[in-house]
């Protein structure tokens, strides 16, 4: 079965760049589009032209001070103690040229993919600029600025009075996202992520259920340290088609970092393509099931931007277009034009090769502790699992 999708695409989302050394960079998603491409999946046809969002929908979610706080930084007009104040100038996130403009681009491209599904422009878009789930309403953190995922909520909210399920696959928590709609109870957040015990930010526990008329409707998954897929898909599948049936959506959006893999520098987590493939395809399913098919899926974290993003984004468009996964062999045209570029070996299959997640001990342990904080997350539904 094909769908008619929109792929989100502007060489301004390059712009997006803090400095040379930054972990977040933001060519993974030209390697991701490019590896579309030569893989005969993505054609000119498939793709948007983002567009610059306003400030007047950047105030739908973050503070005007805030605003025109990243407004004097992009300008060089930002003093130090300001800085701090927003969050801007920090090691995290540090203030670069023009960053108004650039990350107006993130937000305006998931507004665009917004609208293409919202107005029946498609069934599915993506945004694999966007994703930026860290951003808080008067403050900078975590690589984000502007947060394109609260503020599209927002936008839907208002525009579509649409009841919104947001799913998030970062290693990372996403806060910014949940404390957003921590009492909103047309909103339902859902994060799987590395417990923050030992990773950025250290939020996203079981407990975190929601405030007020929100209660109830913000659901973590902490999973340990060295997770491996079987453990992650398990918790995940079973999470998600829980909350799904629980909260029954309007409209489905996925945040789809790709930072739990086991060549992440900046995460514990082991797991590989498998977890890949399946994220969007389960994502697919349910966005049939229960919202005739309207899904929104962003980018995110992910920082081997050479061996794991572009083929872990490439299937999500993979699903969304055809639905289903590519296997096989990496088209040769891609390998030849990027391993020149890449300081690693790149792999030349959509799938990892055997082995290349390290023994783990304690497996049987994680999993057993995984699947009880699956069982505490949803013990407030009205199904259980």
């Given at each position: 079965m094909t769908c008619k999708a929109s792929f989100v695409f502007s060489d301004?989302?390059?712009n997006y760049h803090f400095h040379s050394d930054h972990p977040f960079n933001q060519k993974r998603v030209l390697l991701a589009k490019e590896l579309l491409e030569a893989s005969d999946t993505l054609s000119v046809s498939d793709i948007i032209e983002p567009r610059m969002a306003t400030e007047e929908e950047l105030a739908l979610f973050h503070d005007k001070a805030y605003i025109n706080a990243v407004k004097k930084a992009s300008i060089g007009n930002l003093s130090e103690e300001e800085g701090l104040e927003y969050g801007l100038g920090t090691e995290d996130t540090p203030i670069f040229k023009n960053m108004h403009e650039a990350s107006s681009y993130l937000v305006g491209g998931t507004l665009a993919a917004v609208d293409a599904v919202l107005q029946g422009n498609s069934?599915?878009?993506?945004?694999?600029?966007?994703?930026?789930?860290h951003g808080f309403k008067r403050k900078a953190s975590g690589f984000c600025v502007y947060n394109d995922g609260a503020v599209a909520i927002k936008y839907i909210r208002e525009k579509y009075n649409l009841r919104v399920l947001y799913v998030d696959t970062d290693a990372h928590h996403g806060d910014g996202v949940q404390w957003a709609f921590y009492d909103d109870p047309n909103v339902c957040t859902f994060s799987i992520h590395e417990t923050?015990?030992?990773?950025?930010?250290?939020?996203?526990?079981?407990?975190?259920?929601?405030?007020?008329?929100?209660?109830?409707?913000?659901?973590?998954?902490?999973?340990?340290?060295?997770?491996?897929?079987?453990?992650?898909?398990?918790?995940?599948?079973?999470?998600?088609?829980?909350?799904?049936?629980?909260?029954?959506?309007?409209?489905?959006?996925?945040?789809?970092?790709?930072?739990?893999?086991?060549?992440?520098?900046?995460?514990?987590?082991?797991?590989?393509?498998?977890?890949?493939?399946?994220?969007?395809?389960?994502?697919?399913?349910l966005a049939h099931q229960y919202c005739d098919g309207k899904w929104v899926a962003l980018g995110g974290g992910g920082y081997d931007i050479w061996r794991v993003v572009p083929r872990a984004w490439s299937q999500i468009w993979n699903v969304m277009k055809n639905s289903n996964v590519k296997l096989g062999s990496i088209p040769e045209s891609w390998l030849s034009k990027w391993q020149k570029k890449a300081p690693v070996t790149l792999p030349t299959t959509w799938q990892d090769s055997e082995n290349i997640v390290p023994t783990i001990p304690r497996k049987a342990e994680i999993s057993e502790k995984n699947y009880k904080i699956l069982l505490s997350a949803l013990k407030y539904t009205k199904n259980k699992i």
């Amino acid at each position: 079965m094909t769908c008619k999708a929109s792929f989100v695409f502007s060489d301004a989302f390059l712009n997006y760049h803090f400095h040379s050394d930054h972990p977040f960079n933001q060519k993974r998603v030209l390697l991701a589009k490019e590896l579309l491409e030569a893989s005969d999946t993505l054609s000119v046809s498939d793709i948007i032209e983002p567009r610059m969002a306003t400030e007047e929908e950047l105030a739908l979610f973050h503070d005007k001070a805030y605003i025109n706080a990243v407004k004097k930084a992009s300008i060089g007009n930002l003093s130090e103690e300001e800085g701090l104040e927003y969050g801007l100038g920090t090691e995290d996130t540090p203030i670069f040229k023009n960053m108004h403009e650039a990350s107006s681009y993130l937000v305006g491209g998931t507004l665009a993919a917004v609208d293409a599904v919202l107005q029946g422009n498609s069934l599915h878009a993506l945004n694999l600029g966007g994703g930026l789930h860290h951003g808080f309403k008067r403050k900078a953190s975590g690589f984000c600025v502007y947060n394109d995922g609260a503020v599209a909520i927002k936008y839907i909210r208002e525009k579509y009075n649409l009841r919104v399920l947001y799913v998030d696959t970062d290693a990372h928590h996403g806060d910014g996202v949940q404390w957003a709609f921590y009492d909103d109870p047309n909103v339902c957040t859902f994060s799987i992520h590395e417990t923050g015990r030992y990773l950025f930010p250290g939020t996203g526990n079981v407990n975190e259920r929601g405030i007020k008329e929100g209660h109830g409707f913000s659901f973590n998954l902490p999973i340990d340290a060295f997770t491996e897929d079987e453990s992650f898909i398990q918790v995940y599948e079973s999470a998600f088609k829980e909350i799904a049936d629980f909260y029954k959506p309007d409209i489905i959006i996925t945040q789809n970092g790709a930072d739990a893999h086991t060549h992440d520098p900046l995460t514990h987590l082991c797991g590989t393509m498998e977890i890949y493939q399946r994220i969007p395809e389960l994502a697919h399913e349910l966005a049939h099931q229960y919202c005739d098919g309207k899904w929104v899926a962003l980018g995110g974290g992910g920082y081997d931007i050479w061996r794991v993003v572009p083929r872990a984004w490439s299937q999500i468009w993979n699903v969304m277009k055809n639905s289903n996964v590519k296997l096989g062999s990496i088209p040769e045209s891609w390998l030849s034009k990027w391993q020149k570029k890449a300081p690693v070996t790149l792999p030349t299959t959509w799938q990892d090769s055997e082995n290349i997640v390290p023994t783990i001990p304690r497996k049987a342990e994680i999993s057993e502790k995984n699947y009880k904080i699956l069982l505490s997350a949803l013990k407030y539904t009205k199904n259980k699992i």
